[in-house]
Structures are given as C-alpha cells and as structure tokens.
C-alpha cells in the first residue's frame, strides 16, 4: 500500500485550510456547499517534466533510438523538484530533462540529483532562478488512511 502511494505521487500533502476550493453540490434538494482539494497553492506546485534520451546502436553505430516522455512533479524544499524515477530512468550521456510550470511554454533545463527506483523517486535540480519564482515548496505528510479520498494533481 505504502508503496503504490509514494509511487503516484499522491501522498497527502501538507498544506494550509485557507487555500481550499469548494463546490456546491445538490444534496436532498438543498445546496451545500463541500470542500475539497487546495487547488490554488498545489498548482504552483505541480510542474510537467519531459525527458529524452537518444542511445546508439552498438551493431550499427549510424542509428540512433530515441526515447522521449513526460510526466509530473512537484517542488519540495531546497529548490529541489520531486518526480517519478520511471520518468527520468535512462541516464546517459544523450539524455536531457527539462521542466515546464503550469501557464509557461519555457522548458527550463533540470538536473538529475538523485534517483532511487526501488523507490520509484527522483529528485531534480533547476539552477535558473527565473524558474523558481511564484513556486511553492510543498512537503510531505503521512499515509492516508485506507479508503480515504486523495486527489492527485499532474500531467499523464
């Protein structure tokens, strides 16, 4: 159980009451008014990371294969990004990771600073400050209990 949550990324985060959506939903004729995820702070949070690494035949030199994904992260502390290590798990010297924030169309170049695929975790490094402003740091709270709703915010 532990596992499959750190693995999506949707462990609870901790983040404060005052940033809450709501939704009216009709329950028994009546409005009511529900709370829910807190979309305002989490989208400054959440980033698209794109990956493309190209790797050469060892038979056949002349041609190349290239991989390419994406998927999503979110910033911790330390100016750091946490992502899936599946998404950034080739690493050679043909490999690019990229970083793209929510609203933005500029791909800012990210480092691999740690991966761990036992764990299915990774952690990137963006070294332009330009990219950093207006994001917040999030940070990790406990496991859900069972059967609890969780919402998951990201890129497919």
Same mark, same amino acid.
């Given at each position: 159980?532990?596992? *499959?949550?750190?693995? =999506? ?13 709501? &939704? !009216? /939903? ?53 100016? *750091?990004?946490?992502? =899936? ?13 990229? &970083? !793209? /924030? ?55």
């Amino acid at each position: 159980m532990a596992g *499959r949550v750190v693995r =999506n990324l949707s462990a609870i985060l901790n983040v404060g009451n005052n940033d809450r959506s709501t &939704v !009216k /939903k009709k329950q028994n004729g009546r409005m009511k008014t529900k709370e829910t995820c807190p979309v305002g702070l989490l989208k400054n949070s959440v980033v698209k990371v794109f990956f493309a690494s190209r790797d050469y035949s060892r038979t056949r030199p002349w041609e190349t294969h290239t991989e390419r994904c994406s998927g999503s992260g979110f910033a911790i502390s330390g100016k *750091r990004i946490l992502t =899936n290590a599946h998404v950034v798990e080739v690493l050679n010297e043909h490999t690019s990771v990229h &970083v !793209k /924030k929510r609203g933005s169309t500029i791909k800012y170049k990210a480092k691999v600073q740690k991966i761990a695929h036992e764990c299915d975790l990774a952690i990137l490094e963006i070294d332009s400050q330009e990219f950093w402003k207006g994001m917040n740091p999030l940070e990790l709270g406990g496991i859900p209990p069972l059967k609890k709703a969780v919402f998951v915010l990201g890129y497919s």
